[in-house]
T-cell receptor, first 114, second 109 residues
Framework: DAMVIQNPRYQVTQFGKPVTLSCSQTLNHNVMYWYQQKSSQAPKLLFH???????NEADTPDNFQSRRPNTSFCFLDIRSPGLGDAAMYLCATSAQEEGAYEQYFGPGTRLTVT | GQNIDQPTEMTATEGAIVQINCTYQTSGFNGLFWYQQHAGEAPTFLSYNVLDGLEEKGRFSSFLSRSKGYSYLLLKELQMKDSASYLC??????????WGAGTKLIIKP
């Protein structure tokens, strides 16, 4: 089945210790998104790629970086996690940006910062 | 600014009907999406509206009024498995989704 995969599902890191979250897709979609979602809040868009074109949201902290080495994979790097970065990180894909194309989400990575 | 408003929480009875409302203000408009999110899981797509009117899909229907900046999701014949958060999202002029915080729906037997 075509899908969006995120690894790991649960990640515990120490304050200030870099961490990388990964996402892969078998849908061959052009667009990939990284969202941060905290409990009972709306998903917050951090970055998105249209193919290799990288788009950084204006309020995404510099502490967050992203890489998309090929169509299938995308990574989220948190260089120095703080306690406020504990959240669910959701990767999503979409065939195109415009119109009725919905976003398909992976299961998420729940990040705990100790 | 861009804003999505929806109720924080609603309660309904199994077998009944519930309507979840959403109002939106976004820079441009390229459609209105509804997603379902069970606790601790990722959102899954339910519906898309871009023209005024009602879209029906099984037990779920979604309505849009562009002139009023208003949408609702209607769930019929409620089942216990419908207990989840329902997120409204408007696609803006840059084709980005502006998300609401979600409405937590509690179904009671």
């Amino acid at each position: 089945d075509a899908m969006v995969i995120q690894n790991p599902r649960y990640q515990v890191t120490q304050f200030g210790k870099p961490v990388t979250l990964s996402c892969s897709q078998t849908l061959n979609h052009n667009v990939m998104y990284w969202y941060q979602q905290k409990s009972s809040q709306a998903p917050k868009l951090l970055f998105h790629y249209y193919d290799k074109d990288f788009n950084n949201e204006a309020d995404t902290p510099d502490n967050f970086q992203s890489r998309r080495p090929n169509t299938s994979f995308c990574f989220l790097d948190i260089r120095s996690p703080g306690l406020g970065d504990a959240a669910m990180y959701l990767c999503a894909t979409s065939a195109q940006e415009e119109g009725a194309y919905e976003q398909y989400f992976g299961p998420g990575t729940r990040l705990t910062v100790t | 600014g861009q804003n999505i408003d929806q109720p924080t929480e609603m309660t309904a009875t199994e077998g009944a009907i519930v309507q979840i409302n959403c109002t939106y203000q976004t820079s441009g408009f390229n459609g209105l999406f509804w997603y379902q999110q069970h606790a601790g899981e990722a959102p899954t797509f339910l519906s898309y509206n871009v023209l005024d009117g009602l879209e029906e899909k099984g037990r779920f229907s979604s309505f849009l009024s562009r002139s009023k900046g208003y949408s609702y999701l209607l769930l019929k014949e409620l089942q216990m498995k419908d207990s989840a958060s329902y997120l409204c999202a408007s696609k803006d002029s840059n084709y980005q989704l502006i998300w609401g915080a979600g409405t937590k729906l509690i179904i009671k037997p």
